[in-house]
């Protein structure tokens, strides 16, 4: 008997949405006013599964019983037994696992936030980069070898930067210098809301589009998060998958802000 199924509730559902979900069915299935003779029985299960579902500590426990897995690890593993023979386990102490599957689920409201955030910070990446491009026409007034640290010291990759006439600065790869010296005309194309470089074309049309930015060769770290919130959001429900979702997609939130705002950095 799946009490979450009775409240018609999912794994994760919040505490006020368990007891929306009772009073709702309560009033509908409650003998008074339900005249159906199976209403008594359906009423009955559904203050029960209340009573679980509705106390934090016996809904964890009633969660770790039903985890995947936990039943034949319990039925095989045999207790071990202590060197006192006169000792006797606590009833009432939880076990480590008990514990930390607790602590879980208190905190996955959190951790979907985070999940939360990050597809938003994916969207807005989307709209950035799909909106209609900035287009610039400078002039390139210094070309030179950037070594891949910044002035925090911090090893990034080693490229061309070029300055333009407006001041601002470009890195590009090692084997594009060739197409862009001191003196000569070109296009810069950034996005519509960061302004971050998407791509920079010189005089006869010779366009480098692979710079070093968040769309460029850091465009793996905004689809690992578009990845990770995805399945934390709409395939994986389960109060561990979702938790650990969470923490690591803030990470990798942090990574994301990181490369969006390198090309400051140089």
Not at 80 to 106: L, T
Not at 230 to 252: E, H
Request: charged residues 20%; glycine residues 6%.
């Amino acid at each position: 008997m799946d009490f979450y199924q009775i409240l018609g509730v999912s794994q994760t559902a919040h505490i006020a949405d368990i007891k929306r979900a009772y009073r709702r069915l309560a009033i509908l299935y409650h003998p008074d006013k339900n005249p159906d003779p199976n209403a008594v029985e359906v009423f009955k299960k559904i203050n029960e599964a209340y009573h679980v579902l509705g106390d934090a500590s016996s809904r964890a426990a009633y969660d770790l019983r039903n985890a995947e897995g936990w039943a034949n690890v319990l039925q095989q593993t045999p207790p071990a037994r202590h060197r006192d023979p006169r000792y006797r386990p606590d009833p009432k102490r939880k076990s480590q696992g008990q514990e930390m599957y607790e602590m879980m689920a208190g905190y996955v409201r959190y951790a979907k936030y985070i999940l939360q955030v990050g597809f938003l910070f994916c969207m807005i990446l989307v709209a950035d980069y799909g909106l209609p491009s900035r287009e610039y026409k400078e002039t390139v007034t210094q070309a030179y070898f950037h070594r891949g640290h910044s002035r925090r010291g911090e090893t990034y990759r080693d490229g061309i930067m070029l300055r333009t006439s407006s001041g601002k600065e470009v890195l590009i790869n090692l084997t594009e210098a060739h197409a862009f010296q001191p003196g000569d005309s070109l296009i810069r194309k950034t996005t519509a809301l960061f302004h971050i470089p998407v791509k920079i074309m010189n005089r006869k049309g010779y366009a480098v589009r692979t710079l070093v930015t968040i769309y460029g060769y850091y465009v793996f770290a905004p689809l690992i998060l578009l990845v990770l919130t995805t399945l934390g959001l709409f395939y994986m429900k389960g109060v561990v998958q979702q938790f650990n979702l969470g923490v690591v997609t803030a990470f990798v939130i942090i990574l994301n802000l990181f490369f969006l705002f390198i090309h400051t950095l140089w």
